[in-house]
């Protein structure tokens, strides 16, 4: 889709949550992974943009890393006791 991939190798899709800094000094961003015409968008509220595509974050802050995926975060929470 993107071509992008995340500073382990990975590639987004859909669904993810993405963590990556920008600024000085670094200012952590998280949010939602989500496709809008064909493109890959991340949900940064309370972030200047509030939202922004992957190839932005990448040549705007260098790289980012895919902080869980929904199968992790469901098999995560099924194992919980």
């Known amino acids: 889709m993107s071509g992008l991939r995340d500073e382990d190798g990975r590639i987004p899709k859909a669904g993810d949550r993405i963590v990556f800094c920008y600024g ?48 992790a975060l469901l098999k995560a929470t099924d194992s919980a006791p």
């Not at 998280?30 to 200047?48: A, I, M």
Request: glycine share 8%; aromatic share 6%.
């Open 24 to 71: 000085i000094p670094a200012v952590r961003a998280e949010g939602p992974v989500f496709e809008r015409d064909g493109k890959l968008w991340v949900s940064t509220p309370g972030h200047k943009p509030p939202e922004a595509t992957l190839r932005q974050v990448v040549r705007h802050c260098g790289s980012f890393r895919i902080a869980a995926a929904p199968d």
